[in-house]
């Protein structure tokens, strides 16, 4: 499986992206999917996670209220729309898959990921 990142780029705080995760697999739906961010000195954390059919979501607490993730799986896509965006949220995101129903909030349980796109939250 093949994940491809989009959407990041340079936003003020308090301003809102929309980042979009597009995977090459014909069995999209068979995969839990989540997202991790990585900031400069620091180690990756999880964002966000949604189940096969995004019936179920988890989010830790510091993006929940802000954060979304979505999937479309006709378009084999996730999303992750963040908004109220602040300084410490630059970092680059990474798309993760599992294949796995359900879902997962640890590096270890994810077999594939994306190669990242950066997000710069500044004034």
């Known amino acids: 499986v093949q994940l491809l990142e989009s959407g990041g780029g340079l936003v003020q705080p308090g301003g809102s992206l929309r980042l979009s995760c597009a995977a090459s697999?014909?069995?999209?739906?068979?995969?839990?999917m989540g997202w991790f961010r990585q900031a400069p000195g620091k180690e990756r954390e999880f964002v966000a996670a949604?189940?096969?059919?995004?019936?179920?979501?988890y989010y830790p607490d510091s993006v929940k209220g802000r954060f979304t993730i979505s999937r479309d799986n006709a378009k084999n896509t996730v999303y992750l729309q963040m908004n109220s965006l602040k300084p410490e949220e630059t970092a680059v995101y990474y798309c993760?898959?599992?294949?796995?129903?359900?879902?997962?909030?640890?590096?270890?349980?994810?077999?594939?990921w994306g190669q990242g796109t950066q997000v710069t939250v500044s004034s």
């Open positions: 993760a898959a599992r294949q796995d129903y359900g879902l997962g909030d640890e590096e270890y349980e994810f077999e594939y």
């Open positions: 697999t014909y069995t999209f739906s068979s995969y839990a």
């Open positions: 949604i189940s096969w059919n995004g019936g179920s979501t």
